[in-house]
């Protein structure tokens, strides 16, 4: 990433771009895509640090859920997301 992982429109991106994948992922689909309430409690204290907790503590181990048969494909997101 050129810029920082704490930039509003970086996180957009990364998640639209993973919610596409989900969504067309046959053993998911639209009812799995991950929401937008990983994201809503934002304090004054919200930084990257903040940002890199909701990927490694939650966004990562669902993934590893969902993709619990395909380890390129967890390694391949999260490396997007953890940058």
Do not use: T
């Not at 969504?23 to 990983?38: A, C, P, T, V």
Request: glycine share 4%; with cysteine.
């Amino acid at each position: 990433m050129a810029n920082s992982l704490w930039d509003d429109c970086e996180i957009i991106k990364q998640m639209s771009d993973l919610n596409k994948v989900i969504e067309q992922d046959s053993n998911l689909g639209k009812g799995f895509r991950i929401g937008h309430s990983y994201f809503c409690n934002l304090s004054e204290n919200a930084d990257e640090n903040w940002y890199r907790n909701v990927i490694k503590y939650e966004i990562i181990p669902l993934l590893e859920e969902y993709w619990f048969d395909n380890d390129d494909e967890v390694k391949k997101h999260k490396s997007n997301l953890q940058g």
